[in-house]
Structure formats: structure tokens, C-alpha cells
């Protein structure tokens, strides 16, 4: 099984429906992200959270809402789905190394399309 | 002006070139500077890392990072058809994984 699990997998959906997509994982990490791609823009960080108490605004928060149910859970939601919200979402999660480094890893991603 | 920027390509290389991917950034305050690479339908991985300047080199991959230049290469010899991928910069200024990607580089390594 995958490390960090995210569905579903794909989603095509309507403007003004909510969406929730969801990630667990199992490295029993503290921290986990979920980021944004889009094509010609890379990868931007919507929130994070750093414990199950913890929950923060990342870079395009707006439009955005999630969720950390537990340690391994976290979901984001979409309350009313418009257009531009479609791209492909990624859940990721990470705890520094003892070099230093904060890797994170990255589930499979979740394409999402807003009709 | 985006804090990384990264050439989109595509890039399309005979098999065995050396390949060389590289990234701007703005901000001086950048210390952790990452090499993701992303197969088609999978989610990023973590290739290369590299804190403040210098080299680093893994098998056929070398990153390297130019503080004073603000520059961050990652050089593949012999490159393979298997290292076809998009990749992706990104840098951490606090190391709290908050990373800012640049846009992805497209490699296509052809037989």
C-alpha cells in the first residue's frame, strides 16, 4: 500500500457542488500539506498543518477549506466548486530529518475537473 | 515576477547526453534547495537536496546551487530513457517544508 493515500483518484463534478478530497497516510508523520498543480505554474502549497491542532493558510488558500481528522487524516473541501479550481491536487506529508531536511512525500494526486 | 522560475522546456535529449536543468530564485533568504522529479500520473519525488551552496552528487545526478547568483542546476549524465519525467526546483527558506516549486522542466530522453 501507498505511503500517502489520496481519493479519489479523479473527479469530474459541477460548478457550485461541494468536493471533499481526502488523504491518509501511513508514515506517521506530523506535518501534511496539500498543493496545487496547474500546468505552467508548478506546485502551490493551498495549506498545511503541522499537528492535529495545528491548521494554516499556505500561498492560495481561498476557496479552500480542511480538515485534520487525526494525525494520519487530513481533507480538504471545496465548499462551492467553480471552474478554476480544476488541476490536479496533491496531499504530502513530512517530518524533519536529522540532517535537517524537511522531505516531504507526495500521494498520487487527485485530478479534479469543475464543469 | 515568481520567486523560482524554471524553463518549461519541453526538453528532448538523445539517450547518454548530459542533461542540465536549471532554476532562478529572488529571495536570498533561501536555504534549502530541492530537486522533485514527477513520472506521468504519479506525484512528486524527492531526488536531490542541497542546503546553502555547493555541489552534491548522487550516482548520475548533481545538483548545485549558486548563492551569489541565485542559480540551482541539476546536471544527469548518460542520461537514460528512464529518467523521462517532468522536474521540478523548489526551495524551503525556514525548512518547514512550505516549498516553492518552479514550473517543471518536461525531459524526454529518446532511445
Known amino acids: 500500500d501507498a505511503d500517502v493515500t489520496q481519493t479519489p483518484r479523479n473527479r469530474i463534478t459541477k460548478t457550485g457542488k461541494r468536493i471533499m478530497l481526502e488523504c491518509s497516510q501511513t508514515?506517521?508523520?506530523?506535518?501534511m500539506y496539500w498543493y496545487r498543480q496547474d500546468p505552467g505554474l508548478g506546485l502551490r502549497l493551498i495549506y498545511y498543518?503541522?499537528?492535529?491542532?495545528?491548521?494554516n493558510k499556505g500561498e492560495i488558500s481561498d476557496g479552500y477549506s480542511v480538515s485534520r481528522q487525526a494525525q494520519a487524516k487530513f481533507s480538504l473541501s471545496l465548499e462551492s466548486a467553480i471552474p478554476n479550481q480544476t488541476a490536479l491536487y496533491f496531499c504530502a506529508t513530512s517530518k524533519p530529518g536529522a540532517s535537517g531536511a524537511n522531505v516531504l512525500t507526495f500521494g498520487a494526486g487527485s485530478r479534479l475537473t469543475v464543469l | 515576477q515568481k520567486e523560482v522560475e524554471q524553463d518549461p522546456g519541453p526538453l528532448s535529449v538523445p539517450e547518454g547526453a548530459i542533461v542540465s536543468l536549471n532554476c532562478t530564485y529572488s529571495?536570498?533568504?533561501?536555504?534549502?534547495f530541492m530537486w522533485y522529479r514527477q513520472y506521468s500520473r504519479k506525484g512528486p519525488e524527492l531526488l536531490m537536496y542541497?542546503?546553502?551552496?555547493g555541489n552534491k552528487e548522487d550516482g548520475r545526478f548533481t545538483a548545485q546551487v549558486d548563492k551569489s547568483s541565485k542559480y540551482i542546476s541539476l546536471f544527469i549524465r548518460d542520461s537514460q530513457p528512464s529518467d523521462s519525467a517532468t522536474y521540478l526546483c523548489a526551495t524551503d527558506s525556514s525548512n518547514t517544508g512550505k516549498l516553492i516549486f518552479g514550473q517543471g522542466t518536461t525531459l524526454q530522453v529518446k532511445p
Open positions: 542541497t542546503y546553502s551552496s
Open positions: 529571495n536570498s533568504a533561501f536555504q534549502y
Open positions: 498543518s503541522f499537528d492535529v491542532k495545528d491548521i
Open positions: 508514515k506517521g508523520h506530523d506535518r
